[in-house]
């Protein structure tokens, strides 16, 4: 790989977008990287928890903007209309392998998160920022719609309708401080600690969570925070009740109550 990087450490992954000279702004090449990358978590059964960061002073800058025709075409023997809309569909699509792969995202926000990084942002299940972090849903002010990339779909349910209308409408920057107070975020890190706080909660979450509980958590929750009706997700939390009820973990975990202790987690 060469814009993303991977490493992981027990149970918890470490996904560092890595193109620090463009603020690790999304170019072909990278699109192509995640893609594939959180298409293979889906069979990773070691990786319980990921945490997204980038490498040096940004997250992400949204899409490379500066990448011109050295890229080659998105797609091969069609129009630029097709090859613009393929590449469309395709980054749009990260969103759902990023909600569709079983490990929850930790977001450590290490500096601004702009059009498609903010996002990446969005897709995760938990985000940690610094005092650097600045998040713009900056498509309006090239011209464009306001929505992209699983914008509008995303920020009214985290920050609520008013204020995602607000980041929509202005891609004006949120900075770390009014992200918490809106809910875009869910705590502020100081730099040299942020990697070491997305690590302990993901620590707490392994540690509470059995593997298939964690995962059929993280499944339920993708279809009831897209809206359905209560009977589905009384049927979706039904089937996975029954299903991790008849686990070895789930035989594990009684006993560990009774005996006051902490489970060991065997994924069986």
């Known amino acids: 790989m060469e814009t993303i990087r991977w490493q992981r450490d027990g149970a918890i992954g470490v996904l560092t977008l890595a193109r620090p000279e463009r603020l690790n ?14 298409d293979e978590r889906n069979r990773d059964f070691g990786t319980r928890v990921i945490i997204v960061t980038g490498e040096g002073r940004g997250f992400c800058a949204g899409l490379d903007l500066k990448a011109g025709s050295e890229q080659g075409p998105w797609v091969e023997g069609v129009g630029p209309v097709q090859t613009l809309y393929a590449f469309q569909e395709d980054i749009a699509e990260l969103m759902v392998l990023m909600r569709r792969c079983p490990q929850p995202l930790i977001a450590a926000v290490n500096g601004p998160a702009a059009g498609g990084g903010l996002s990446l942002t969005l897709a995760c299940d938990y985000r940690i920022a610094t005092a650097s972090a600045r998040f713009a849903c900056s498509y309006v002010n090239l011209g464009l719609s306001g929505c992209d990339v699983g914008s509008s779909y995303f920020l009214p349910k985290l920050v609520g309708p008013a204020w995602a209308a607000d980041m929509i409408y202005s891609g004006r920057l949120v900075d770390a401080t009014e992200a918490l107070r809106i809910g875009l975020v869910n705590e502020l890190a100081a730099p040299e600690e942020l990697l070491d706080r997305a690590r302990a909660v993901a620590q707490e979450w392994i540690r509470r969570s059995s593997p298939l509980g964690l995962r059929l958590s993280k499944e339920v929750l993708n279809e009831t925070v897209a809206g359905v009706p209560l009977e589905t997700a009384l049927k979706l939390e039904n089937r996975n009740q029954a299903l991790a009820s008849q686990t070895a973990d789930a035989s594990e975990a009684r006993a560990a109550f009774l005996e006051r202790r902490e489970p060991r987690w065997s994924d069986a």
């Open 25 to 38: 702004a999304l170019n072909y090449q990278m699109v192509r990287e995640l893609r594939r990358f959180f």
